[in-house]
């Protein structure tokens, strides 16, 4: 048998039966949630945790106003820290862990995930489909940060993949409430505006998103006229721990040359107090390319280059920002997507083991931020932030924004 009969004949084999193929893929790809379960379980998480823990308990005995005017360290939308109080107190009825029920509502925004990955690689192949299910199912660095570290991002992260992928429906309205879903989590996927904006096909299209991101404003509104001055210094000026990611990781090694210190002082401190504006700056100008470009570049692509931007230019770090952009690669470009999700769980996974104080159920306590060690492939991770971005410019949407075509693959096997 000649070297060139094997392939054909393996093609052959995946062709005749490409059905149950696909079936078992998605087996895999269920297995992979179900095992999401069993570590949340098995898992407590890192110090995100304990300090949701503490949010909820102040939540049901204060409310959530007085968390805005007198916990330090609060920085959430109201309406998660309203379901952290909940949870807590079905775990205190039903005699069950907090740090499992609320890893929960990740676990189901995991699911929602890979079903709209699922649904949008349909189109192509059932097999294709099934196998980016069963990829993201066992993508590490979601999977870690869903079973593990015990913060709500799998949520931003799903939702903002649902607004990307209804703006290029062209559902407006539904887009805009996605958005102002995920800004109910999280202020960070405000981000996607500009982005989302410019991929809408007409101005009423844009009417329409913004109604529906009013609607998500309303949970804002009693905070907002009740206890503004907590909200904007807790929430609005809050930054994350800057120096363990990054620029700012770099300049911190700056600062050690001898007479430059003066000099990386001065960028460190303006790169944490101004850092932030860069980030929105590139998501605005990005946003003015596509539209100047008659929508070059699709909805998912767009909000997957705005996260990976965060992630590059972000003045304070959190080791669970690197999964916002992973369920979004999985609809673009599927290669890269595993490729990105891999190396960032290989550093996460070595993150939380370095810091595995060594007991059950596994607790990560970040004592004194990202071990040097880890962070020398957190770089990597870093540049391919960098390279990834690129990637994904380099390449027009088929068709140019909204909906692939259904005969037009959407991922580049280059990666």
Known sequence: MTSAAVPARFQALITAHRARLAVALLVVGALGLAARLWVSYLSHGSNDINTWGWFAADERL????????????????????????????????ARLRFDFLFKLPSVAADLAAALLIHWRWRRQSALLAA????????????????????NTDPLCATLSLLAGLLVDRGNGFAAGLALGGAVNVKLIPVLL???LLSALPSARACLRFAGGLALGAVPFIPVLIGHWPGFYRRVLAYRSFPHEWGITSMLASFKSLGHLREVGAALDSFWI?????????????LAAVNRARHRAWDAPTLAACVYLLFILL?????????????????????????????LAGAFMLLVYYSLWTGGRPYYSEFREGIPAGAKVVGNFVWLLCATTIVSLLRRRSPGGGGEYPAAEPSYSPRG
């Open 62 to 93: 204060h409310g959530v106003g007085w968390l805005y005017d007198h916990r330090d360290g609060f920085n959430h939308p109201p309406l998660m820290v309203m379901m952290a109080g909940a949870l807590h107190a079905l775990a205190e009825k």
């Open 193 to 195: 505006l500009p982005a």
């Open 131 to 150: 196998a980016a299910f069963a990829l993201f199912c066992w993508n590490p660095a979601s999977f870690l940060v869903t079973a593990h570290h015990g």
């Open 273 to 285: 107090a101004r850092g932030s504006l860069f980030i929105l700056a590139g998501a605005v100008a």
């Open 314 to 342: 972000a003045p304070g770090f959190g080791l669970q920002y690197l999964i916002y952009p992973i369920p979004l690669l999985f609809v673009v470009r599927l290669p890269r997507a595993v490729f990105y999700s891999t």
